[in-house]
Nanobody
Framework: QVQLVESGGGLVQAGGSLRLSCAASGRTFSSYSMGWFRQAPGKEREFVAAIWWSDGTTDYADSVKGRFTIYRENAKNTVSLQMNSLKPEDTAVYYC???????????????WGQGTQVTVSP
C-alpha cells in the first residue's frame, strides 16, 4: 500500500476555484492508478475523478465533468484535482485514493488519505 496525504481544501464562494493535492509515499507511485472521492454529510462516499497509471487516461463523474481536472506528476509523487466553477453541492470531504493497475477506475481502491474539507458557500 501507499501512504497518501491530501491538502488544499478550504472555504470558497460559489463560482470559485480550489486545487487539491495528494502527496504519496513510496517509489512506485507511477504504478498506481489514482482517484478522488468525496463524501458529503449524510451521504455515501462517491467517485469524483481518476487517472490511469500508464497512459494518463482520465474518468470523471458526470456531476463534475467539464469543471474538474485531475492530473498527476509522477516525478513529484503527486496527484491533483483542479476544481473550477464550484457549486454548493460540491461541499464534502474529499479523499485521495490509490489502486493497482487493473480493473475499473471507479472501484477497487485500497489506499486512502485522511481527507480534506471543501466548503462552497452560496
Amino acid at each position: 500500500q501507499v501512504q497518501l496525504v491530501e491538502s488544499g481544501g478550504g472555504l470558497v464562494q460559489a463560482g470559485g476555484s480550489l486545487r487539491l493535492s495528494c502527496a504519496a509515499s513510496g517509489r512506485t507511485f507511477s504504478s498506481y492508478s489514482m482517484g478522488w472521492f468525496r463524501q458529503a454529510p449524510g451521504k455515501e462516499r462517491e467517485f469524483v475523478a481518476a487517472i490511469w497509471w500508464s497512459d494518463g487516461t482520465t474518468d470523471y463523474a458526470d456531476s463534475v465533468k467539464g469543471r474538474f481536472t485531475i492530473y498527476r506528476e509522477n516525478a513529484k509523487n503527486t496527484v491533483s484535482l483542479q476544481m473550477n466553477s464550484l457549486k454548493p453541492e460540491d461541499t464534502a470531504v474529499y479523499y485521495c485514493a490509490a489502486k493497482g493497475r487493473y480493473g475499473s477506475l471507479r472501484t477497487g481502491y485500497d489506499s486512502w488519505g485522511q481527507g480534506t474539507q471543501v466548503t462552497v458557500s452560496p
